[in-house]
């Protein structure tokens, strides 16, 4: 079955601090990874894409790496802002020929960054 | 960037009515669409995937009597919830292809009364 789990659920850090998102998954044919921010009542905003040679990518203070063989995925943030304060979703694309449709999302880790 | 907007950002209504909710591709034309739903704490669900041109493809379990999709133009596509009772209440959410990208809308939140 294709899934994509993430840990931890929620996680509350001080303004300054560094964290890192874990994304699970067990999706065949993968063809990409994206994290993607979503404030809340908003809709989900592209952090990183990574295809499966990649290992790493970075967008800012987002930093996301890749491991193909343990299918792992993780979010590093540095320096945290309250800004950054949201639910950040893990997404694996399915291979199926190029279709965009075919998208398996993990349930989300809501980070809270306190002042 | 690609830039999707949705119409109107939220909206309560009777149960019983009919919603209709708009999803524009402001700046690119799309010819697929999606259409979302996420319930609090969820995941986002995929409802249906919607073509220019012709009939849009459901997911399985969603009713396409009940939430009609209409993608007119290579810019706009329209959910309708029809006869919508509090159940239906979510935040849904569009999204549009761009490459190799799936670009999202800001999202719809309905609540039925």
């Known amino acids: 079955k294709n899934q994509v789990e993430q840990s931890p659920q929620s996680l509350i850090i001080l303004e300054g601090k560094n964290c890192t998102l874990q994304c699970n998954y067990t999706v065949s044919p993968f063809s990409n990874l994206r994290w993607y921010k979503q404030d809340t009542g908003r809709g989900p905003v592209s952090l990183t894409i990574?295809?499966?040679?990649?290992n790493t990518k970075s967008n800012g203070r987002y930093t996301a790496t890749l491991d193909a063989d343990t299918k792992q995925s993780s979010l590093h943030i540095t320096a945290s802002q309250l800004s950054d304060s949201a639910s950040y979703i893990c997404v694996v694309t399915l291979n199926y020929g190029g279709s965009q449709g075919n998208l398996i999302f993990g349930k989300g880790t809501k980070l809270s960054v306190k002042p | 960037g690609a830039v999707v907007s949705q119409h109107p950002s939220w909206v309560i209504c009777k149960s019983g009515t009919s919603v209709k909710i708009e999803c524009r591709s402001l700046d690119f034309q799309a010819t697929t669409m999606f259409w979302y739903r996420q319930f609090p704490k969820q995941s986002l669900m995929l409802m249906a995937t919607s073509n220019e041109g012709s009939k849009a493809t459901y997911e399985q379990g969603v009713e396409k009597d009940k939430f009609l999709i209409n993608h007119a133009s290579l810019t706009l596509s329209t959910l309708t919830v029809t006869s919508a009772h509090p159940e239906d209440s979510s935040f849904y959410i569009c999204s549009a292809s761009h490459g190799d990208t799936q670009y999202f809308g800001p999202g719809t939140r309905l609540t039925v009364l």
């Open positions: 990574m295809t499966f040679s990649e």
